[in-house]
């Protein structure tokens, strides 16, 4: 069965600091990897998805992840990080297209001034 | 966006009673799977639905019951509901005969039971 950790609670980074948000899973074969964003009293917004291919992938609102197999890691990045940002982040694991998603714990990102 | 709906947006019940919870998806989407996220908590996988068939259940037990309907709206069902069944009721639905595999969220059913 996949699982997926997110070693980080809280994460605090100032505006227009990087960032990098941390995701491991546990799953046998090449996992279908996504990140998602869920601001408060709202749903969940996809950032960007891996399926397979180029292990650097892009997504919306400036996000890119890393995918390293040895390591199975699919870590979150942003160079700059804006106060519109501030929400909770969900790394989720599929071992296929449409089957259902495995989410960690969640990250809440704040950011100040 | 997602064109996906959920309603009520809030809802408190009793223990013991029973709550129909509603998702509506956009036109094509065939596939609708349920999520229940406890606060502090990513969402679990409830159940799985495809053109009207469940084809896929979590770690909840049969209390928790679905349907989905041809037009491509769908229904959660809890039954005897507990304390412990208070959360945020997400559905997500994928577009059919796509590649990019991509679950379109709602907005959520907050329940709360007292």
């Known amino acids: 069965a996949q699982s997926v950790t997110q070693p980080d609670i809280h994460i605090t980074v100032s505006e227009g600091a990087s960032l990098e948000l941390r995701c491991n899973y546990s799953?046998?074969?090449?996992?279908?990897l996504f990140w998602y964003v869920q601001s408060p009293g709202q749903g969940l917004q996809l950032l960007l998805k891996y399926f397979s291919g180029d292990t650097l992938v892009q997504g919306i609102k400036g996000f890119e992840a890393e995918f390293k197999r040895s390591q199975s890691s699919f870590n979150l990045r942003k160079p700059s990080v804006h106060w519109s940002d501030a929400a909770e982040y969900f790394c989720?694991?599929?071992?296929?297209?449409?089957?259902?998603?495995?989410f960690g714990k969640g990250t809440r990102l704040s950011v100040i001034a | 966006e997602t064109g996906v709906t959920q309603s009520p947006t809030h809802l408190i019940k009793t223990r013991g009673q029973q709550v129909t919870l509603r998702c509506s998806s956009q036109s094509g989407h065939n596939t609708v799977s349920w999520y229940q996220q406890a606060l502090g908590q990513g969402p679990q996988f409830i159940f799985q639905y495809y053109r009207e068939e469940e084809n896929g259940r979590g770690n909840f037990p049969p209390r928790f019951s679905g349907l989905q309907f041809p037009n491509y709206s769908s229904e959660l069902n809890v039954n005897a509901l507990e304390l412990d069944d208070s959360a945020l009721y997400l559905c997500?639905?994928?577009?059919?005969?796509?590649?990019?595999?991509?679950?379109?969220f709602g907005p959520g059913t907050r329940l709360t039971v007292t």
């Open positions: 799953y046998g074969a090449t996992p279908y």
């Open positions: 997500a639905s994928i577009l059919a005969g796509t590649s990019a595999y991509e679950q379109y």
């Open positions: 989720a694991v599929a071992a296929g297209g449409n089957t259902p998603l495995v």
